[in-house]
């Protein structure tokens, strides 16, 4: 057994060990390849890791990168020891400044979010590419749409009951896969498919998730339907491998993500990133500094970079019979070809943290409106990006889009875990509702193109970007 003192000593790039979960690792050899960047490795070294690692990485990480003998065994509990010896940067909940009860709106959550979680995690999360003005566009795009209400119509009750992909739920929104969940809260991804359960409502696994596919099946209720986002890792085969387990355990959906071909350069969160890592002041080493390049903090495996239509179609409608979405078509031909292609288009710019100056779905979906209309007869539209009203939902909605994705609205709510993500559902249900009786309508089906104005849209941007 090793103590805290002597694992202190290898503290340097030249003999690196931490301490995760109680168990010491000497991963010198493995500083400079560490997917995140040596810096933040460097930052822990010699020092317990295990708060900081916790949210980041699954519980299989370590064996997957550190041969056994890296694996120096347990450190020692020393009588003055305790667990208040141990450093923690813990990405969770350090000291809860805004509270749950004061939340009424999504952008309440992210102000929560903003206060409660430590600078890195909420930039994580936050962050857009380069100068956001994608995740910004995203969002204002969808204010810039005009709702027109049509009066004296009688409204008795609300219905905003939806099918997505032959399944009925409670409502037209769902929860978009997001890795690194559990950088809001521990309970991460299960805390998401848990108030989805509750509340009827659609998760759209991450394949990405911070637990696996069976502990996201095993989150569900009974008879809750989720779909699964997978993307084309390299070896295909694990991916083949994955989508069959992921039928097998229920997943009634898929969506391929094809928006990410290549990492998003995320400032936001590569600066937090860098505040947090220590400098060690060694000038010559500047030169080769390119930090201005790191990939995101939580990371994820390439992915297959050969596809082009027809072959990646192919390859996923023959593994699986279940209803395809392509995720991240940014204009109306690509979603023209989805409907050529048989499979759905989920209009997505990936939250704004991939292309920045890529349309937000509010351009597409009106572009698509114009184009080329019959795609909302042949395919379902799903879309998503910059939604934080229940008014974003209908119009959405009114212009024919199927079912409306929010990442960030519940991720921020997942501040507060499960109970955070139910507020946040109740909160949207009631404000489509609230819409859609001063709209003038009592059921989504009643919402058409009429009930929406999006004449601006071209206008804001340019004054937007001025
Ligand atoms: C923290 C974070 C992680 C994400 N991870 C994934 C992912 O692993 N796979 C994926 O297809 N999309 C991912 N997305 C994109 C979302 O699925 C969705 O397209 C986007 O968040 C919608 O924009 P919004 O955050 O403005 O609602 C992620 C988004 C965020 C914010």
């Not at 060690?280 to 297959?304: L, M, T």
């Amino acid at each position: 057994m090793l103590t805290r003192s002597e694992v202190k000593k290898h503290s340097n790039r030249k003999s690196c060990w931490v301490i995760i979960n109680n168990t010491v690792y000497d991963i010198t050899d493995f500083v400079d390849s560490h997917p995140g960047g040596s810096g933040i490795l460097l930052k822990y070294a010699g020092r317990d890791a295990t708060e900081a690692f916790k949210p980041l990485h699954r519980a299989d990480t370590l064996e997957k990168y550190l041969t056994a003998d890296q694996n120096l065994g347990h450190v020692l509990i020393e009588d003055h020891d305790t667990s208040k010896n141990i450093e923690s940067t813990s990405p969770t909940i350090t000291s809860k400044k805004v509270k749950l009860s004061s939340t009424i709106s999504i952008a309440d959550f992210e102000y929560a979010a903003s206060q409660n979680l430590p600078l890195s995690s909420f930039a994580f999360l936050k962050t857009g590419a380069e100068d956001e003005y994608a995740v910004n566009w995203n969002r204002n795009s969808w204010k810039v749409i005009r709702l027109r209400p049509r009066v004296l119509r009688p409204i008795d009750r609300i219905d905003i009951s939806h099918t997505i992909f032959g399944n009925k739920f409670s409502a037209p929104f769902f929860i978009c896969p997001a890795g690194g969940a559990k950088v809001a809260n521990p309970g991460g991804d299960v805390c998401l498919t848990k108030a989805a359960g509750k509340h009827d409502i659609l998760h759209w696994v991450c394949n990405n998730a911070g637990f696996n596919v069976e502990e996201m099946a095993n989150a569900r209720v009974p008879e809750q339907t989720t779909y699964w986002q997978i993307y084309a890792m390299a070896d295909l085969a694990i991916t083949e491998r994955e989508v069959k387990h992921a039928i097998s355990l229920g997943y009634k959906g898929f969506a391929l993500t094809v928006d990410a071909i290549w990492a998003g350069k995320r400032e936001r969160d590569v600066r937090a990133g860098l505040s947090e890592t220590e400098v060690d002041g060694n000038d010559e080493e500047e030169d080769e500094d390119d930090d201005f390049s790191k990939g995101p903090s939580v990371k994820r495996p390439p992915v297959y970079p050969h596809f082009n239509w027809s072959a990646a179609v192919k390859w996923l409608q023959g593994l699986t019979d279940l209803p395809i979405a392509i995720k991240g078509i940014q204009c109306w031909e690509d979603a023209a070809l989805c409907m050529h292609y048989g499979v759905h288009p989920w209009l997505s710019n990936h939250g704004g943290r991939q292309l920045d100056g890529a349309p937000s779905a509010a351009d597409t979906l009106v572009s698509i409106r114009k184009n080329c209309p019959e795609v909302f007869d042949r395919c379902e539209v799903i879309v998503d990006g910059g939604i934080t009203r229940g008014s974003d939902i209908v119009k959405a909605i009114a212009f024919g889009a199927r079912a409306v994705g929010l990442g960030r609205g519940f991720l921020f709510s997942l501040v507060f875990g499960e109970r955070g993500v139910s507020k946040a559902i109740r909160m949207l249900k009631h404000e489509i509702e609230t819409t859609m009786a001063l709209l003038g309508v009592s059921s989504l089906d009643q919402l058409n193109p009429s009930y929406v104005d999006a004449s601006s849209l071209d206008y804001a941007f340019a004054r937007a970007h001025l």
